[in-house]
């Protein structure tokens, strides 16, 4: 009689001979299984990678902020300050240079005009009040006295 | 090995379940990265006008304190239609320094920049002493301006007699 043991062990000697039967069973459910947790996982990991990608990029808004900034010309007021001081001295020495005497002004003689008063005479008359008025009382006393004589003036 | 249809149903709610996990996956990206695209447009925005903000009033306030300086420096550079009074004043300036001026040549040179050149030649003569003067007055125009060539010829050996000199002069034109 062939007890269990011996059975086991001519069975192990065939598959060892025969390099083992192959296998016609279309389902492994222990090899389905592995390869159902592999694809979950390979799953998990993309989406995970592609979250983490995701979060990491829009985590910080500032760092988004690649802007090309408008670069703007500066100002340098050392070479405008340099320049004007080189102009102002150059249009203070052209000035110098260019500046022209004035001609000399010739006093103006006034000349007697009428009778014997001359202009300067008029002058200093109509300064004062009292000179005009005696002027005037001088003139009136003249022509007074010479309406008797001659008409001087018609 | 019998496949029951248990396991085919099984395997095919399986599959459908991971295809659309799969597709959900995509789209959430996608939807994030278009998103996130619009986010990154607004922020540029964002950026860009309030950086043309500041910039703005940087220069509003530059603008403001420089302008006696700028004032001051546009009037070193010759306008276009004080070319003929400029021209008239050297004239001048010379018949007071008893030289005699005449312009020979008067050419404008038109460049790309902001500054077109004026070159003028003039013919001088008179004493050594007032001829030198005319040279330095050049010299000194309160233009933007090179003295570009002088030639001095000398006739006699005293500073007396009348000596000739031609000088070139470019100046600066300002276009606006």
Not at chain 2, 17 to 38: D, K, Q
Not at chain 2, 76 to 81: D, F, H, M, Q, T
Request: charged residues 30%; glycine residues 4%.
């Amino acid at each position: 009689m062939i007890d269990k043991k011996s059975i086991i062990a001519m069975s192990e000697h065939v598959f060892k001979k025969g390099k083992g039967y192959p296998d016609r069973r279309l389902m492994h459910p222990r090899r389905e299984w592995v390869l159902g947790v592999m694809m979950f996982l390979t799953v998990i990991f993309v989406g995970g990678v592609l979250a983490a990608q995701a979060y990491v990029q829009y985590r910080d808004i500032e760092a988004l902020e690649e802007v090309a900034l408008q670069q703007v010309p500066q100002y340098n007021d050392v070479a405008v300050q340099n320049v004007l001081t080189l102009f102002r001295e150059r249009n203070t020495i052209y000035e110098d240079l260019t500046y022209m005497e004035p001609a000399p002004v010739t006093p103006v003689t006034l000349e007697e005009t009428v009778g014997s008063t001359t202009a300067q005479d008029m002058v200093s008359e109509a300064e004062t009040d009292e000179s005009v008025i005696e002027t005037e009382d001088v003139i009136d006393a003249e022509l007074e006295t010479q309406e008797g004589g001659e008409l001087l003036f018609e | 090995m019998h496949i029951t249809k248990k396991t085919k149903l099984y395997f095919i709610i399986a599959s459908v379940l991971l295809v659309l996990c799969i597709g959900f996956s995509f789209f959430i990206h996608r939807h994030i990265a278009h998103r996130g695209g619009e986010l990154l447009a607004y922020i540029k925005t964002v950026a860009e006008y309030t950086d043309r903000e500041q910039k703005y009033s940087e220069l509003s306030r530059l603008i403001a304190a420089t302008q006696e300086d700028r004032e001051e420096l546009h009037t070193y550079i010759l306008k276009r239609s004080e070319t003929i009074d400029f021209l008239a004043e050297v004239e001048e300036i010379a018949k007071a320094k008893q030289v005699e001026l005449s312009t020979d040549r008067l050419e404008e040179e038109v460049t790309d920049t902001q500054f077109d050149t004026l070159v003028v030649t003039f013919a001088l003569r008179g004493t050594d002493k007032n001829v030198r003067d005319m040279i330095r007055i050049f010299e000194t125009v309160p233009y933007h301006s090179t003295v570009t060539s002088i030639v001095i010829t000398e006739k006699g050996a005293t500073q007396e007699e009348d000596i000739d000199a031609v000088i070139e002069l470019v100046v600066s034109l300002n276009n606006v």
